[in-house]
């Protein structure tokens, strides 16, 4: 991921979900998964992106564990991918309580 600036008193939790979260392409990509699990190649299609840029960030939504990733059976293997709405509902609290000065869940 990009570097961003970490303000000294905010949590690391608010830190890392602004890191993952300020990105329009990860953004796309969560938005895309509300409608079902997709494949690589689908999902490049529907945002109109090529496959490359797509397969680093659905890799670091993965190693967030944002989004799951399961090997499809078949020819090539492909991965399909879907969203953890529990660990997404989780980061969108913890931003949307730091900024109304609510109390954090985590640090």
Known sequence: MAYM??????????????QLLGNTLRLAILNL?????????????????????????????TEHDLVTAEMMPGRGRPM?????EEAVETM????GNYVRGLPLDRD
């Open 5 to 18: 600036m970490r303000v000294p008193s905010q949590p690391s939790a608010v830190h890392e979900a602004a």
């Open 92 to 95: 969108l609290t913890l931003v």
């Open 80 to 84: 399909l991918y879907a969203i953890n």
């Open 33 to 61: 998964l509300r409608e079902g699990p997709f494949s690589r190649a689908y999902a490049a299609d529907r945002l109109g992106v090529n496959e490359s840029n797509l397969s680093r960030q659905l890799s670091i939504l």
